[in-house]
């Protein structure tokens, strides 16, 4: 499986940019996906995730509201959709394959497959 991040860059506080992985060798399906980002300095840590089947999400306490995970089998790819858009937001943004259960999703060691990761900075 690999997994290609895109749609990073600069955006102003307030706006929305829409951040996209592409899933080759494999399925949409075969996984659970999920949004990691990386600020400077700090620790990865979770964003958004869904289920195998999209019957589910997961958010983190800081972008509940404001970020929406989704994603399209056929293309192959899911998307996080990020609105009202903070300072507090940049970060290098991952996507990551695997098979966590629902109460692990924010565990990185359970993802077995990451993209290479794209970089959102906010403005204010």
């Known amino acids: 499986v690999q997994l290609q991040a895109s749609g990073g860059g600069l955006a102003q506080a307030g706006g929305s940019q829409r951040l996209s992985c592409a899933v080759s060798?494999?399925?949409?399906?075969?996984?659970?996906i999920s949004w990691f980002r990386q600020a400077p300095g700090k620790e990865r840590v979770f964003v958004a995730g869904?289920?195998?089947?999209?019957?589910?999400?997961q958010y983190a306490d800081s972008v509940k509201g404001r970020f929406t995970i989704s994603k399209d089998g056929l293309k192959s790819a899911v998307y996080l959709q990020m609105n009202s858009l903070k300072p507090e937001d940049t970060a290098v943004y991952y996507c990551?394959?695997?098979?966590?259960?629902?109460?692990?999703?924010?565990?990185?060691?359970?993802?077995?497959?990451w993209g290479q990761g794209t970089l959102v900075t906010v403005s204010s």
């Open positions: 869904m289920s195998r089947r999209g019957s589910s999400t």
């Open positions: 060798v494999g399925s949409v399906s075969d996984y659970v």
């Open positions: 990551a394959a695997g098979r966590p259960v629902y109460s692990a999703y924010d565990q990185t060691s359970l993802y077995y497959y």
